[in-house]
């Protein structure tokens, strides 16, 4: 790949890219020229093997990003072994589903550790030594609809998803003129092993596909691009976006 979207030379941190939307942006930024760090709880080799048949290097990073520490600790240990890293894609994230009102202390700390508290301090770790040089690096963050709506039943993924989208606007207000670009992708009804429930469910599925303008559902692959298009010079100038890729759901 030339141009605007060659990622040749960059080197990417993706979080959960074991599976679904983080090994489809994993892939996605290996095929555009960048070597891939692929970090999660679960083994990489499925990951990896594709990255290879594409032609691109990808490297394993195993660690738990419910525990912060843990998530620091891999992350450098990672840009010490492969050399600095210039993008990074926080993806892994989790759910938990009750009423608001016998919403459980464990069910709002598990999912906020996952989905913001880890993902603040990565940014901070990533951000550092790139700021200290000069250098240059994009940030990722994955978000949601729920960035934006509010949802039932899913009390602490839309007060972390909502987090996601304050928390990248800030950072890119602190560090877009330092070389740094922040933002976020919305995905919208993604298939994956996320939603299988959904979809299995006939109902709901003819529900949520009535409301989707796109008429179906979107793949892991649809994300893939998204994340090649901010990681790119193409996208130098955006910074704090929440960039939803929801085939027009929230446009509805
Ligand atoms: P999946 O459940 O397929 O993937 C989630 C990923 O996060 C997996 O790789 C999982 O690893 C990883 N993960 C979860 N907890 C941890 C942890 N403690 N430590 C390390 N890794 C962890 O879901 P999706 O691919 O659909 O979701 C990816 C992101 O996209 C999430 O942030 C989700 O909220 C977001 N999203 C998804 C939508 C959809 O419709 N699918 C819609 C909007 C947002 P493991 O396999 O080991 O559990």
Redesign the pocket.
């Known amino acids: 790949m030339s141009g605007l979207f060659d990622l040749s030379g960059r080197r990417a941190f993706v ?10 942006i994993a892939l996605s930024l290996g095929e555009a020229g960048a070597q891939v760090i692929c ?4 083994s990489m080799a499925g990951t990896l093997a594709k990255l290879k048949e594409a032609g691109a290097t990808g490297f394993e990073c195993l ?5 912060k520490d843990a ?1 620091i600790k891999a992350f450098e240990r990672a840009a010490e072994t492969h050399g600095p890293i210039d993008i990074l894609v ?6 938990r589903r009750a009423d608001a009102l016998d919403f459980t202390e464990a069910d709002w700390d598990d999912v906020m ?3 913001l508290k ?1 993902v603040f301090f990565l940014c901070q770790t990533f951000a550092r030594p790139i700021l200290n040089s000069k250098a240059e690096g994009t940030i990722i963050n ?5 960035s934006f709506q509010g949802g039932i039943r899913v009390a602490s ?1 839309t007060a972390s ?1 909502s987090g996601i989208a304050g928390l990248t606007k800030l950072l890119a207000c602190e560090w877009a003129g330092k070389g740094i670009n922040v933002n976020a992708i ?10 299988e429930a959904l979809r299995a469910d006939q109902q709901r599925n003819d529900d949520i596909l009535k409301r989707i303008p796109a008429g179906r ?2 793949e ?1 692959s649809d ?1 893939g691009g998204a994340a090649v298009f901010l990681s790119s010079k193409a996208a130098r100038y955006v910074h704090g976006a929440v960039i939803p890729v929801d085939g027009g759901w929230l446009a509805r």
């Open positions: 979080t959960g890219a074991n599976t679904g939307i983080g090994q489809a970090a999660g709880r679960s660690t738990d990003f419910a525990d998530a926080n993806n892994a994230g989790i759910i550790d996952v989905n880890s994955i978000a949601s609809m729920l993924y998803k919305a995905p919208g009804y993604i298939s994956t092993n996320n939603t559902w979107g892991a994300i």
